[in-house]
């Protein structure tokens, strides 16, 4: 027997029996005539003590063990005179009777510690070394824990797991498709699924009724931290189901992963808020709402929800506006006297609590952060509402304390409060906004990790218009159904339409989304066409799901969960890398098997491939 216990097992309650443990060598250390060994496995690491009356065997053994050594020791249980409180075995250690090296290692190129010295790159090469590591195997023990779980709810809910091929034609998902060349249909390709979101839509149409799948994705994008090429969903699909079917379902199914696997127990259902809701007070369609600080909108011409523009005329009379505390007046009338916000499309802005006092240092930092190139604010205009009631600005110039006071009131701001407000055009103002409210969150210490508050993002547009090829996209997939109320406009202003369509987010991170199908034929074609598609185009990429509908397709809908996301935010994790056993690296490679590669002649022949430069 290699082993009686694991390295993580033994207690006060094992002292005096005779175990064998096989392991790992984390460490030697010698004091005096003593020699310490600390032995590690995926369970923890235990103590071994060898002392002058071992046998010249093992004290031979001993003084030639190296890190990561693989060996196996069979000994006593003993207490340890001191204790170390650090580890669960730290209560007892071994003296051992017998020592056997099962293998040698060569020295590994980082320490395997808790804390290791090893880099990105130099972890990723060896990362088989590295999932030696707690910090990295606890992530996978999670994501393993998550999956599991899943499973069993989705099983107590009647759902089938069915695996869909991965060799398929293109899915749209609206990334670049990963295509494998055919060999034995020369100048064919295969694309590999972006997700299963055609099959589990035919499943549905076969009647299997409640569809999931752990299912690996692929989309040739460029990566972000969230992003890697291959990522796996939590992929389902339910039929004779509405919107409300599907929320409930999965809202008990994130219940069930957050009591089960993090012991965190939701009893109210989560908050739903409207695409729309979301981009006006958080400038994303992910809001993070572990922290309130609303946007408030000074000026949004792009919504006409608050100016008419009108600009400031001598016969206005300023006084009775601002007596009236109608402040609504006092923005249409005082508002545009700055000239930066006369040109914006939108004027907005939010409060953070208790920040009067931020020193000019920490405000150019602010106006700094939002002028980086990937944000793109042009400035950064700041209200103090100082403790004895006065206004400090940076367009002091332009308003007087009173039109001060009014935007303050607008905000709702205390004194000690600071007001930042950026204009702009009203997309990218609000998208930088969303930045800098995050950044006073993290500054402020209102983004604690281990506070989770989900929500269902609902009513999502149909169609995404692009500026720059000039046509409308589906905003999630072409199979997407509009709501019924909003039908009527798909022809005399798409961009109005509202979808069945819903994101799960959690702390700003977008976990899931789904949607409600179109099952009726007609329908199906009516979106094909005003995506652009023409009638061969459609037939040639959805033939055969057209066809599928031919014959009974049920209603149906369903979502798909980012696994990988789903761990990260479990394990509080900035990136999704570190819950993948195998990820790839910024570049798309995985730097230890040394993918992608290139291929030989031989084999670009067979495939019927020729490279250009
Ligand atoms: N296939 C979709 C996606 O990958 C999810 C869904 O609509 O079920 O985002």
Not at 222 to 251: G, K, N, Y
Request: proline letters at 4%; charged letters at 25%; a negative charge.
């Amino acid at each position: 027997m290699y082993r009686t216990h694991t390295c993580g097992e033994l207690r006060l309650q094992h002292v005096g029996t005779e175990v064998t443990l096989a392991g790992w060598v984390q460490k030697v250390r010698k004091l005096g005539g003593m020699t310490f060994i600390d032995i590690r496995d995926r369970y923890g690491i235990t103590q071994l003590v060898v002392d002058d009356s071992a046998s010249a065997d093992i004290q031979d053994i001993t003084s030639n063990l190296g890190r990561e050594f693989v060996i196996n020791a069979t000994g006593k249980v003993i207490e340890r005179t001191s204790k170390n409180s650090k580890i669960d075995t730290g209560d007892v250690e071994i003296a051992i009777s017998a020592l056997s090296v099962l293998n040698k290692s060569d020295l590994p190129p980082f320490t395997i510690e808790d804390d290791t010295d090893g880099g990105d790159e130099i972890r990723m090469k060896y990362r088989y070394l590295d999932l030696r590591r707690n910090a990295v195997r606890s992530n996978m023990v999670l994501r393993h824990q998550i999956a599991f779980e899943t499973r069993r709810y989705l099983d107590q809910m009647n759902f089938l797991e069915v695996e869909t091929p991965i060799l398929i034609g293109s899915t749209p998902e609206g990334a670049r498709d990963f295509v494998v060349p055919s060999r034995m249909n020369p100048g064919q390709f295969y694309a590999l699924p972006q997700s299963p979101q055609l099959f589990k839509q035919l499943l549905m149409v076969s009647g299997f009724d409640r569809y999931f799948q752990i299912a690996k994705c692929f989309r040739d994008e460029d990566l972000r931290a969230d992003r890697q090429p291959e990522f796996t969903q939590i992929d389902c699909e339910m039929s004779f189901v509405e919107q409300e079917d599907v929320l409930q379902l999965f809202e008990g199914m994130m219940k069930h992963l957050f009591m089960y696997v993090k012991n965190v127990d939701f009893s109210e259902p989560f908050p739903r808020m409207t695409w729309h809701d979301a981009m006006k007070f958080y400038g994303s369609d992910k809001p993070d709402i572990r922290f309130e600080m609303r946007f408030v909108e000074l000026k949004n011409c792009r919504n006409n929800s608050i100016l008419d523009n009108r600009l400031i005329e001598d016969e206005l009379d300023y006084e009775a506006i601002l007596n009236s505390n109608d402040y609504k007046e006092v923005f249409e009338v005082y508002l545009n006297i700055f000239g930066v916000f006369n040109s914006a499309e939108y004027v907005g802005g939010i409060c953070a609590e208790g920040c009067a006092a931020y020193t000019r240092k920490q405000i150019d930092e602010l106006t700094e952060f939002v002028k980086r190139p990937q944000i793109g604010a042009k400035g950064l205009v700041y209200i103090r509402c100082e403790a004895n009631g006065t206004y400090k600005s940076s367009v002091d110039k332009f308003y007087s304390q009173d039109i001060l006071k009014a935007i303050a009131s607008k905000f709702n701001a205390k004194e000690g409060d600071l007001i930042l407000i950026l204009a702009g055009d009203t997309v990218k103002t609000q998208k930088a906004l969303c930045e800098l409210r995050l950044e006073m969150g993290t500054r402020l210490g209102l983004r604690d990790k281990n506070v989770f508050k989900p929500l269902w993002v609902i009513d999502f547009p149909l169609f995404e218009w692009d500026e720059d090829t000039q046509r409308f996209y589906a905003m999630h997939h072409p199979f997407t159904s509009p709501k019924p109320e909003d039908i009527e406009y798909l022809d005399s202003d798409p961009g109005r339409v509202r979808a069945n369509a819903y994101d799960m987010v959690v702390n700003g991170v977008e976990l899931g989304g789904g949607s409600i199908r179109i099952h009726d034929s007609q329908l199906q074609n009516k979106m094909f066409e005003l995506l652009g598609f023409t009638p061969e185009m459609a037939e040639s990429q959805f033939g055969f799901l057209m066809n599928a509908f031919k014959y009974g397709a049920p209603p149906h809908g369903g979502l798909a969960f980012g696994l990988d996301r789903l761990v990260s935010l479990f394990a509080g994790l900035d990136s999704i890398r570190d819950c993948i056993a195998f990820p790839k690296n910024n570049s798309g490679r995985d730097v230890m098997t040394d993918a992608p590669s290139t291929i030989s002649e031989e084999q670009l022949k067979e495939l019927c491939l020729k490279l250009t430069n």
